[in-house]
């Protein structure tokens, strides 16, 4: 995959099917947790200033080409003609994936009747999905090891962050080093809060 840099930010020249099987190989024979961010124009702002976060954004690996600003940017630069891949349509297709392939899916954030709402409308929306453990956003650092350990005690391949951006971002940089199973960690922002609408 080519990752096109897009002001201070990056975004990869990838189309759905070909980041689906990406992820479907990660989880296959991924040893590590692997990131899944959408990059968007607005964390320009952010990205540049923060060199941590800059730093999260380039070792990602998938950066969705989620706004269509980043399309247009693409074929403005390099001459790209990427499709739009919204996060949120991208977390549906993991989790049919998820569903199809018997993997266990963590949700961490949003508030705890957004997160629980959600958890019943994805379960109903794809049979057979296995929701391994879920917690509200709203926790504090002093609660973070029993987050990771809750995490790692469910065994889930597939942790999805509902925290917003940089939040989620920063979760990811700071704790993924603590994660044991998980392979496929994907920052879904506001999804949770659409889902329940
Ligand atoms: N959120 C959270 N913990 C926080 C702050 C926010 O769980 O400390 C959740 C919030 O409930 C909402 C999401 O993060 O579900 C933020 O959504 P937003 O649309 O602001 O994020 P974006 O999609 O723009 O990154």
């Not at 790692?152 to 962050?161: H, T």
Request: net charge neutral; proline share 5%; glycine share 10%.
């Amino acid at each position: 995959t080519k990752r096109l840099k897009i002001l201070d930010i990056w975004v990869d020249a990838i189309t759905k099917p070909e980041a689906m099987q990406k992820v479907a190989d990660i989880l296959k024979n991924g040893q590590r947790p692997h990131a899944i961010f959408a990059a968007n124009p607005e964390k320009n702002f952010s990205v540049p200033k923060d060199p941590e976060l800059h730093k999260i954004f380039e070792q990602a690996d998938i950066l969705l080409p989620d706004g269509i600003g980043m399309v247009w940017a693409a074929r403005t630069l390099y001459g790209a003609n990427l499709d739009r891949i919204p996060g949120a349509e991208f977390f549906e297709d993991i989790c049919a994936l998820a569903a199809q392939g018997g993997y266990k899916v963590f949700i961490y954030g949003s508030t705890e009747e957004v997160n629980r709402q959600s958890a019943e409308i994805l379960q109903a929306r794809f049979p057979g999905l296995l929701i391994a453990g879920r917690a509200h956003g709203y926790l504090g650092i002093k609660d973070m090891p029993a987050l990771i350990k809750h995490i790692n005690s469910s065994q889930a391949e597939i942790l999805f962050i509902a925290l917003g951006s940089p939040k989620q971002e920063k979760w990811f940089g700071a704790h993924k080093d603590s994660l044991r199973s998980v392979k496929i960690v994907q920052g879904i922002g506001g999804t949770l809060d659409t889902i329940v609408g």
